[in-house]
Nanobody, 123 residues
Framework: HVQLVESGGGSVQTGGSLRLSCAAS????????MGWFRQVPGKEREGVAV???????DYADSVKGRFTISKDNTKNTLSLQMNSLKPEDTAMHYC??????????????????WGQGTQVTVS
């Protein structure tokens, strides 16, 4: 049973920073793809950033240069460093994982396991 538990959300002012963490019950070293997604009420879930088993990353255009996704395979933890936050970054943020695959995509339908989410509010 895969468990993903997010933490680190909160309320910050425009231009501030937050670091999200996702504690995983799985071996992140062998997990093919992990990612961060976000969703606001009434809108579809959006892929923010993904990282594959080799450490290759992909970001949404809206966060490039501001957010950094990383993994700590010694702690089975996925992180998202968010800098220069904007009000439009306000959303529930989710961690997700997919054990196997050929591509690591920022498509929510691609992922099998999800955390419960952590709220990020920027004002």
């Amino acid at each position: 049973h895969v468990q993903l538990v997010e933490s680190g959300g909160g309320s910050v002012q425009t231009g501030g920073s937050l670091r999200l963490s996702c504690a995983a019950s799985i071996d992140t070293y062998s997990t093919y793809c992990m990612g961060w997604f976000r969703q606001v009420p009434g809108k579809e879930r959006e892929g923010v950033a993904v990282i594959d088993r080799d450490g290759v990353t992909d970001y949404a255009d809206s966060v490039k240069g501001r957010f950094t996704i990383s993994k700590d395979n010694t702690k089975n933890t996925l992180s998202l460093q968010m800098n220069s936050l904007k009000p439009e970054d306000t959303a529930m943020h989710y961690c997700a994982s997919r054990r196997n695959g050929l591509e690591c995509l920022r498509d929510p339908d691609y992922f099998a396991h999800w955390g419960q989410g952590t709220q990020v509010t920027v004002s």
